[in-house]
C-alpha cells in the first residue's frame, strides 16, 4: 500500500524544492503538493526590495498544482493524510478545517517559537492561546523543526507523542560539493570582489533589516579588538538598511547586493565566519548553508537554530544585542576557523534530509497510515 500525502505550503521554497524531491522518491509514498501561488518565475520580495528569480528549479521532480487550479476539497478527499506548513492564512486554516471534517488525519509543520512568536501580555496572550487549542486540537501529529519548536508546542499542550522530529535541513551535499568546487577558484573570487589578498573574511548573508540585526555586526567588527589586521566585512544581500549601513561603514566593509543561491557555496567557502545577529529568528537555514559549506558560525542567542546546531566547537552563541560580546566571538572564531569549520562541517552532517524522511515516516505510522514502515 502507498501513502497519499497532500502537502499544503504558501509557494515554492528554494530550501524546501530538494527535500519535496527527495520525498517523491520515497517508497510507499505518493507525495503531491498544492502551493498557495507561485513563486517559480519570479516575484517582488519585499524584505530584499526588489525584484527575485532563484536560479534553482523549485516545482521539478514531485507532483505539484495550484490551489486555484484545483478543488481543494477533493484533493483532500482523495488523500489519506494531509500536511500543512503553518496555519498563517485563510486558505491553509480551510484545508485544516476540512481535512478535520473529512477525517483525514493533519501534520502540523512551522517554523513557530516562544521567542519568535511570544503569545503576548493579557488578554492577547489568552486570546491567542485559546485560538492556537483550536487550531492544534486538529492536528493528528506535528513535524517539529527543532528542539525550541518542539519546545513551543509542549508550551501549548501538546503531548510528547505527538512529536516527531523533522529538522529544518538543506541539501547538504549540494552545498558541501559546490564549495568545494569553488575552493581552487578562492583567490579568483576574492579579486573579483575586490577583497584583499589573504585577509579573513566575515560574512552576513541576508535580508538587511532591523531583526537580523546586521547593526550589531558592524557595531561589533569596528569595536573588536583584532591582534593583527582587520579582517573584511562583507554583507550579501539587500534591504532597508543598506543605505544606513553603507553610511557608516568606512574602510574594509563591502556590500555585494543579492546573490543567488547558485553563487552562495562559493561566498560561505571564502568566508572564515559567518554571523547571523538576529533577533527573535524561528531559525536560521542560512547557518545550516555555512556549516555544509565547512564555515564556522557565531549566531545571537535568539537564533532559533544555536540550541541544535551552535556550540563552542564550531562557532559560537553571544547574547542577542551584545556589540562586545560578538566582537569578542569574532576575534575569537577567526583566529581559529579551519578547526571550528571542520567542527561545523561534521555537526550538519546528521541534520539532513534522511533525518526529515525518516521522522515523516514515524509521524505516517503513528496516524495510522497505511504503507509508512514500523
Not at 508550551?155 to 522530529?165: Q, Y
Not at 538587511?208 to 555586526?217: F, I, Q, T, W, Y
Not at 566585512?233 to 568606512?250: C, D, H, I, N, T
Request: hydrophobic share 45%; with cysteine; charged share 25%.
Amino acid at each position: 500500500m502507498t501513502v497519499r500525502l497532500l502537502y499544503l505550503v504558501s509557494h515554492p521554497i528554494q530550501y524546501q524544492a530538494p527535500l519535496l524531491r527527495r520525498i517523491a522518491r520515497e517508497p510507499g509514498i505518493a507525495l503531491r503538493v498544492l502551493f498557495e501561488r507561485d513563486t517559480s518565475g519570479g516575484y517582488y520580495d519585499p524584505g530584499f526590495g526588489q525584484p527575485l528569480r532563484w536560479d534553482v528549479p523549485l516545482r521539478d521532480g514531485y507532483d505539484s498544482a495550484l490551489l486555484d487550479e484545483v478543488d481543494l476539497s477533493r484533493e483532500i478527499a482523495r488523500a489519506d493524510v494531509v500536511w500543512l506548513h503553518g496555519w498563517q492564512s485563510p486558505r491553509l486554516r480551510r484545508a485544516l478545517v476540512t481535512a478535520h471534517r473529512r477525517g483525514r488525519p493533519v501534520l502540523m509543520r512551522g517554523e513557530n517559537t516562544t521567542a519568535a512568536m511570544p503569545d503576548g501580555p493579557f488578554p492577547r496572550g489568552w486570546l491567542k492561546r485559546a485560538y492556537l487549542q483550536r487550531v492544534f486540537g486538529r492536528c493528528a501529529a506535528f513535524l517539529t523543526v527543532g528542539s525550541q519548536n518542539a519546545d513551543y508546542y509542549r508550551r501549548h499542550g501538546i503531548a510528547a507523542e505527538k512529536l516527531f522530529s523533522v529538522p529544518y535541513a538543506i541539501d547538504n551535499a549540494a552545498f558541501a560539493a559546490a564549495a568545494e568546487a569553488a575552493r581552487g577558484q578562492r583567490e579568483n573570487l576574492r579579486r573579483s570582489l575586490g577583497l584583499p589578498e589573504a585577509a579573513p573574511v566575515v560574512l552576513f548573508c541576508g535580508k538587511l533589516m532591523r531583526r537580523k540585526r546586521p547593526d550589531c555586526l558592524l557595531a561589533a567588527w569596528q569595536r573588536a579588538r583584532w591582534p593583527s589586521a582587520r579582517p573584511c566585512l562583507v554583507f550579501v544581500g539587500g534591504g532597508e538598511m543598506e543605505g544606513e549601513l553603507s553610511s557608516k561603514a568606512g574602510p574594509g566593509v563591502h556590500f555585494l547586493g543579492f546573490r543567488n543561491q547558485g553563487e552562495l557555496p562559493a561566498l560561505y567557502d571564502l568566508a572564515d565566519v559567518f554571523v547571523l545577529p538576529s533577533e527573535r529568528e524561528p531559525w536560521g537555514l542560512a547557518v545550516n548553508e555555512a556549516m555544509a559549506c565547512g564555515t564556522p558560525v557565531i549566531v545571537s542567542s535568539e537564533v532559533g537554530c544555536a540550541r541544535d546546531l551552535v556550540d563552542a566547537k564550531c562557532g559560537a552563541v553571544v547574547p542577542v544585542g551584545d556589540v562586545d560580546a560578538l566582537g569578542a566571538a569574532l576575534v575569537d572564531v577567526v583566529g581559529r576557523s579551519e578547526a571550528a569549520g571542520a567542527a561545523a562541517r561534521e555537526r550538519i552532517r546528521s541534520w539532513d534530509f534522511e533525518a526529515d524522511v525518516a521522522g515523516l515516516q514515524r509521524a505516517l505510522a503513528s496516524v495510522g497510515a497505511a504503507g509508512a514502515p514500523p
